[in-house]
Every structure is written in C-alpha cells, then in structure tokens.
C-alpha cells in the first residue's frame, strides 16, 4: 500500500502521541449490564465495547448439551452505528470468523467440566469500534466471566501488537490497522504463561515474528494488571471504603 | 465440523492411547515423524473452462481450486488495484460428517485464513490489473472444493489457490468505446511472491506439522503460519487449547524450513507452465 503520511514522526511519537510501547487508555467497568450473570463495559482506545455472559443455564436446542462438560457459546457483533459507513447488522463472515477465535480464545481458561449439560453464552457488543476490537472483546468477555462466577483458571487478557513504519509497536489503532503492515492480535493467560489467541494480518521480516509476539504478550500482561484491578473495585472497592470509615 | 460432529468420532477417541503411545515413542500413528508431511501431490489444468485450476492432494486430503476471471468495480477503498477473493467450501462428498447446507464457522475459518495468506504476501500485483482507474478492474474469484477430507485443510486448501493462480492464464481485457472486450489474448499472472502456509497441531507436549484427521481429532490447538520468500505474512491459531510462546517460535521456524521445499515445487508448476 502506498504510504500517505507518516505514522511515526522524528520524535518516535505515533499519530495519537503515544510511543512506540505505550497502549491506548484502559478503562473497564465490571457489572454493566443488570440482567446478566456477569458483565463488563470496555473502553479500549475509542472503542466502547459491552460483554455479557448468560448461565451456566440450560442447553437449548437439547441435543447441543454435552454429557461430560459446559458448551461455551461466543457472539461477536458490530451494531450498524459502530462503524464509518453504517454495517448491515446481518452477521458478516468476518463476525462468525471472530466469534470463532473468540470463544477459541476463552475456553482455555474456563474449568467447563465443572458444569455438565450446561451452556455458557458470551455476547459483545460492539457500540464504538477502533483498532483492535477483538482484542477489547476478549478482555471484556473474561473479566464478564469472572464476573458471573465462572471457575476459571486464569483471565485471558489480549492486545495486538504490529508494525508500522517499519517498526514494531503496541497496540495498533483503527489509523495504523489501516495504513499501517502488520497487526497481530495476541490473547494470553499470564498466570499460566499459555497463549490462546494468535493471528497475524500483514508481513513481518523473520526476526521480526518473535519481537512482535513478545510485545504483544508485554501488552497483555497490562492489560491483565487492569482486569484485575477493575474487578478488585468491583467486589472490594466499597469494602475499603467501609473499613477507613470503621476505623 | 463443529465441535459436536467432532465427539461423535468414537474411534479416533480409541485409538487415542494407541496416539498417545506412538508419540512418546517419538512416532505418529502413520509412522510419520513430528516434522514429516505427507506426500503431496499438485495437478495443474485439470479444469479447461477455468482460467487456472489445481488439484491438490495431501496425504488423503484432496482439493480442488479454480480461478475465474472477470471484470467489474474495484472494491471501496482499493480503487486502484484488482479485486481478488478467494472462498472455499467442503463438498459433502469429503467425509461423513458433513452435510450440505450454507458454510459453518470452520468452513469460513478456512476460506479467510486462505484469503488472508494470498491476500497478505501480496502474491498478485493487484495494481496492474486495473483497466479504467477507480472504476474497472480485473476481479479473481479462486474457487476451492474439498473433494475428500483428512485433515490439514487449511494448507492444501492453500496450496491449491497458490498454484492455480501460478498457473493461471489471465484473458487480455481491452477497453473499446468505454465498453471491455476479451482481446482472446492471454497473459502469465502477475505474480510477486509466493505464499506458503504450514499447519501444525498440538497434542499435549507434542507439536505435529501437517496433522491428519486423526490426529486433529486428538489435538488441543492448531496452528498456521504462512511465510513469503521475506518473512511471515499470516498467522491464524485456532482449536481451544492453547500454546506456550516458545512452542509458537518453534512452529514458526518449521513453518520457515518446511516452507522453503513446497515453495520449490510450487515454483516448478509455473516454470512449467512459462
């Protein structure tokens, strides 16, 4: 693609100001939609993203269920008003791609033996997209299943990471996505040092390959320390509160 | 097949501890080892009335790829350049577990983490196939069937879209009082890289390249790397388990050494075919 601009100036600063290891602001709010099991509003960058997850509850259609373990079902969707020019709200093939590597991404942290003939159904909402939803949906979507009480064996945090004018940097945007050459969305377990999501749109030189993952698993590890302490406000925040006032 | 379909597979459920056993004794069932493909197998112009068409066996996996070529709008965005789409189907002939219908999720898995590697390396200079800039271009549709399934689609799927494009021969389209007309001429594909993508599987602590569908029906995660003559151009992991990054490396480096040798045979059809 012909380049039209610069993405990274002489400063080494990114069209948004950020540098070159920097991620876009974080901001997750646990419990943001009333009726469901559990729940999580992402702000990644511009992206507004809601993830909500149902059950475990019963399997329907039935003959879905399975006898020895949880279904985990993943929606991936983009409301028609998410995106520049208006996105049929009909699934796309890009949609059941993402729901795919999505629900592929959270299974392995999720102890689903622990709820035979059950089912799990995770929903995300695109509201505002940017650069890296998929990435912001996975990080939403389990802190929504720690939320609803799942056992889980860790969370799964995700970031991309991808180059742009020739170099390697964290955490693309919509702008970079674009006009930048390579963007690789990484999922990752921390605690459990397991990736779960990886893919890779774009050409990276050989050395390149290994640089890209491990900043990308950096990224997710900030992530992670933001997961945790969105759902440590959560469920200890007032807790704090009511101790300083006792004593 | 979806995950359901999958558990119905008994007997690959069976012979999992006989899978288990081989590969601890650094063997595969089928006698292969770790890094070991299966043959493969490349027919190019098996289709006459296809621009370009490739018949690609792997192991027992078979696929089928066509080329169409055709004139139309260029895509938003990409005013400049030709549009090329590349989709794949499982014919219901390929295993007794599929049955006809619109594609599920792993079929359109398939079809754009195929896309994506052509797509990626840039293999076809899409700007010379432009007639009236930012209004008519050259559109290639690569068509692929899966005649019969075991295992690794991704890559012979992939093999079979590379070397029919290599192979292709693209009508000479003219504009004539603003109207396009076939010149009856041809001309080879404007080709620039040639993408290669490599499959491995994950069954516990074992990384298998090229895994059958056996195999796939043990294996806790999956994964593809495409690589150019450059470097890497597409990734896609996929299945619910997971990888350790060291292994990711270590597949990466397989998917550079293995893709070195078919790389050399693809570039052998268009030699050919020159």
């Known amino acids: 693609m012909t380049q039209i601009r ?134 939403a979507a389990s802190v929504a299943l720690a939320d609803a009480g799942i056992s889980m064996h860790d969370l799964v945090a995700s970031c991309a990471a991808g180059k742009v004018d ?28 397991q990736v779960t999501l990886l893919q890779l749109d774009g050409r990276l030189a050989p050395e390149q390959f290994d640089e890209c993952l491990e900043k990308a698993i950096g990224g997710c590890k900030m992530v992670y320390e933001i997961q945790k302490q969105a759902l440590m406000q959560r469920y200890f925040g007032n807790e704090t509160e009511l101790r300083e006032e006792v004593q | ?28 069932l089928d006698g292969r080892d770790f890094s070991e493909t299966r043959p493969l197998v490349i027919e190019t112009d098996v289709i006459k009335k296809a621009n370009g068409s490739a018949r690609v066996k792997l192991g027992d996996t078979e696929v089928i790829a066509g080329v169409k070529v055709d004139t139309g709008e260029p895509f938003e965005g990409l005013e400049n350049k030709g549009a090329l789409i590349v989709s794949a189907e499982v014919l219901p002939t390929a295993s007794p577990y599929i049955e006809p219908g619109p594609p599920d999720e792993e079929v359109v898995e398939l079809a754009r983490v195929v896309d994506r590697g052509v797509r990626e390396s840039e293999m076809i200079d899409l700007e010379k196939l432009v007639l009236v800039p930012g209004k008519i271009v050259y559109t290639i549709f690569v068509d692929c069937s899966v ?39 041809t001309q080879p594909m404007p080709v620039t890289s040639v993408p290669v993508s490599i499959t ?57 050494i293995k893709g070195k040798d078919v790389r050399a045979k693809l570039k052998g059809l268009e030699v050919n075919n020159g």
């Open chain 1, 6 to 139: 610069n993405l990274i100036d002489e400063n080494g600063k990114r069209i948004d100001g950020r540098g070159a290891d920097e991620l876009r602001t974080v901001k997750i709010t646990v419990g943001a939609v009333k009726n469901a099991d559990g729940s999580a509003f992402i702000e990644f960058g511009k992206n507004k993203i809601l993830a909500a997850v149902y059950g475990p509850r019963e399997v329907h259609p039935k003959h879905m269920a399975l006898p020895d373990r949880c279904v985990l079902r993943c929606r991936y969707h983009m409301v028609p008003f998410s995106t520049d020019t208006r996105k049929n709200p009909a699934p796309s093939r890009r949609e059941i791609e993402i729901s795919k590597v999505m629900r592929e991404s959270l299974e392995p942290a999720l102890m689903l033996q622990d709820y035979p003939r059950a089912a799990i159904d995770v929903f995300v909402e695109v509201l505002q997209s940017d650069g890296g939803s998929r990435c912001a949906g996975i990080t």
């Open chain 1, 166 to 193: 020739n170099r390697i940097v964290l955490d693309i945007n919509d702008e970079e996505d674009k006009e930048g050459q390579a963007d690789m969305p990484v999922a990752y377990m921390p605690r459990l040092e």
């Open chain 2, 1 to 28: 097949m979806s995950s359901s379909k999958r558990s119905t597979i008994i007997v690959e459920h069976l012979r999992k501890q006989q899978m288990w056993d081989a590969l601890s004794r650094g063997k595969r």
């Open chain 2, 147 to 185: 005649l019969n399934a075991d295992g690794n689609l991704f890559d012979a799927t992939s093999y079979a879209t590379v070397a029919a494009l290599l192979t292709s021969k693209l009508p000479v389209f003219e504009m004539q009082d603003e109207k396009v007309v076939d010149s009856g001429n």
């Open chain 2, 200 to 256: 491995a599987a994950r069954i516990g602590d074992y990384v298998l390249i090229d895994p059958s569908a056996e195999e796939e029906a043990c294996m806790d995660s999956r994964i593809t790397i495409t690589t150019t003559e450059e470097g890497f151009c597409a990734t896609q992991k996929g299945y619910t388990g997971s990888f350790t990054p060291d292994q990711i490396k270590k597949a990466a480096e397989a998917a550079t």
